[in-house]
């Protein structure tokens, strides 16, 4: 079926994160496969690859944070990706990034679909 639950969530290369990112990311996520349930039939999976590397040498504890998703869905593969020290805001980025591109996509069809009733209703 075309429920959400079906579609498979695989978040990867989350090691010793803070709870609050995590549940920043949870949230995102669900957030994004609610507004997809609406637009997406049969969607197949979402990944999310966290990457973080120590830029600044030994000195510098901070780390930079390099966020990729891919999306499947029938209409083909959706990537976006987002970099930031902050990883509250580059998951929100890369999830905000992605539903765009999908919407230009799935808007795109679902204008032209629309357009095509309306023509067929006028016809009657």
């Known amino acids: ?19 609050q990112f995590k549940s920043k990311l949870d949230k995102t996520v669900s ?6 349930k609406k637009t997406v039939d049969r969607a197949q999976y979402l990944f999310v690859h966290v990457e973080k590397s120590n ?11 390099l966020i990729r998703a891919r999306f499947g869905t029938p209409m083909g593969m959706f990537v976006a990706k987002a970099q930031g020290w902050d990883p509250m805001i580059a998951i929100q980025e890369v ?10 996509k799935y808007g795109k069809t679902r204008d032209t679909w629309k357009k095509r009733r309306v023509l067929t209703k006028r016809r009657n």
């Open 31 to 36: 957030e994004f496969t609610n507004k997809m």
């Open 95 to 104: 999830m905000d990034n992605l539903e765009r591109e999908i919407f230009k």
């Open 55 to 65: 830029k600044g040498g030994k000195n510098d504890h901070r780390f930079l944070y």
């Open 1 to 19: 079926g075309n429920r959400v639950e079906d579609l498979h969530i695989d978040i990867i290369g989350l090691n010793d994160e803070s709870v």
